[in-house]
């Protein structure tokens, strides 16, 4: 391909866009002296400045308050929904729109790169690097999708047995499961026969404490004496489950992979871990 020796000087403009984020919040609260609700949902959605690319998260926060004679309660829950379309790649070349525009010849205009693959659906190249990726065959072929749910929740009760000495229960819940797809299309310079990963994850981590607390004033004849005491233990629990697949050589040849590659693997992780802790602070 020929082309004239001068500089492209919208070679930025030419492939990123405006990126854009819109939020919105509706929350509401409501209570009266002993007991306070509050409730919120948040809608974001952000679009990247690479073609394609964005992120969608919505969010759900309710938390309520009570005193009710010696009980105290304070209750929180949290749901996050997270989904990622074509996540860009920020490492090393391959795959890699934002390492091609960056090292791009001076002189090429990104737009005679459109629109990324050739009549026969593979990748348009435009160097004897296969490595640089045409970056209009990445945002328009390439795939890199995610969909998180994620729970937290939190409970803490605390009863006062006396007006100087109390106990309070506390736990947490952190729950969460990712799943994250991976397309390499057929015909990718680096790699011809494209590959596939697709691997979900499924988290959870509870905290549980128990806690007696002290706080005490004390007359001696050297003056006034403050005490403050606490001692308790606490659980922490989590397990992780993985579970993953890759296939490569896709034998059909074509845009969207075909789902019978001819090299595939798979892999399974179930770990599970516990602590317990005891302690006995004062001053």
Sequence with gaps: MARPYRAVNRRLEDFYRT?????????????????AV??????LNAQSIVPGSGLQ?????????????RFTVDAKANYVNEL??????????????????????????????KPGYTEEGTELQFSDNIYATNPWWVVNRFQSDDDKDRL?????????????????????????????????????AYRPGGDLSE??????????????????????????LDLNAY??????WRQTEM?????????????SPSPTPAISRHSTTFPKSRSTRFTVPWR
């Design 199 to 224: 691997n979900e994850w499924r988290v959870l981590e509870s905290n549980t404490d128990v806690l007696l607390k002290a706080r005490h004033q004390l007359t001696t004849s050297l003056g006034r």
């Design 84 to 113: 990622a379309d074509d996540r860009a790649r920020l490492s090393d070349s391959p795959g890699n729109a934002n390492w091609t525009i960056a090292f791009l010849p001076p002189n090429v205009d990104p737009n005679t790169l």
């Design 231 to 236: 001692g308790g233990g606490s659980v922490r």
């Design 57 to 69: 998260r919505t969010s759900l926060t309710l938390r309520g308050t009570a005193t009710l004679g």
């Design 19 to 35: 990126g854009l984020s819109a939020r919105n919040t509706l929350s509401i609260y409501g209570g009266q002296e002993n007991a």
């Design 38 to 43: 509050y409730f919120s949902v948040t809608q």
């Design 152 to 188: 937290i929740g939190a409970l803490d009760v605390e009863y006062r047995l006396t007006d100087w000495l109390a106990i309070e229960g506390r736990t947490g819940l952190d729950w969460y499961t990712l799943r994250r797809r991976s397309v390499t299309p057929w015909g990718t």
């Design 243 to 255: 579970l993953g697949a890759f296939g490569s050589e896709f034998k059909v040849p074509g845009s």
